[in-house]
């Protein structure tokens, strides 16, 4: 049987992007998760998280051994300062692949659903996916530019940004919520209930789980793909897990 991950989360390794920007930096493409928090455990390189929320903008530096995280409505944006490589744990897996993200394209893309849906894809100009480079930097480019002028507007004192960013994100992502909820029974929850059943075992003398006990094992993916934020290595349970042989 295949379990999730501990607490269900979402494991990925991340290699930030190191193509620059019209502002000069390098990185990936500024967004927000409705749902999930998301963690940063830095295993290499340097950078920043710059980050945008009702306390404003901030920069938080990035470096070996430092683990940061926020929590969801936290716009976000890596930049890479040299080498940046990252293990990325995100809360409820499989929100985030199933839509849970909003990029910060320009407000006139946000208020277009097919505009958003056709910017955000990963297709080539003639709609052939085939994990585009050029696509991948298109998106992030348009991200960016959504980026500046939010960051612009919540600079100057203009509090109905955000809220007006909020709510274009909700409405393009309306219709995903009820396969979201399920997703979020079925996993997170799920966990949570097992730990429950678990306890209440145990005060009654019931071994049962962990005679169970098992390790599993997910091999390093066979390919990297085109991320928001850079070259991602994603570990799905569900893709296959290797047994472990060795017995000591």
Known sequence: MVTPLPGAVG????????????????GGSPHVHLTCAESY????????????TGQGFAETALRPGVVAWFTPGTIHRLVNDGGLRIVVIM??????????????????????????????SLASRDGVYAGDEDAARRRR????DGFRELRGRVGEGDHAALTEFYRAAVRLKHDLFADWEQRWRTGALAA???????????????????????IQVLESPAEQRFGMCGHLDVYDPSAGISPHSRRD
């Open 11 to 26: 494991v990925s390794g991340l290699r930030v992007y190191e193509w620059a920007t019209v502002d000069g930096v390098c």
């Open 192 to 214: 949570a209930h097992d730990t429950g059943e678990h306890l209440a075992r145990l005060r009654v003398g019931d071994l049962g789980h962990l005679t169970e006990a098992r």
């Open 141 to 144: 480019d348009l991200a960016i």
């Open 41 to 52: 455990v830095v295993v290499e390189g340097s950078g920043r998280v710059q980050t945008l």
């Open 91 to 120: 809360q409820n897996s499989g929100l985030p692949e199933a839509g849970d993200a909003v990029f910060t394209f320009p407000s006139a893309t946000l208020a277009n659903p097919d505009a958003y849906a056709e910017a955000a």
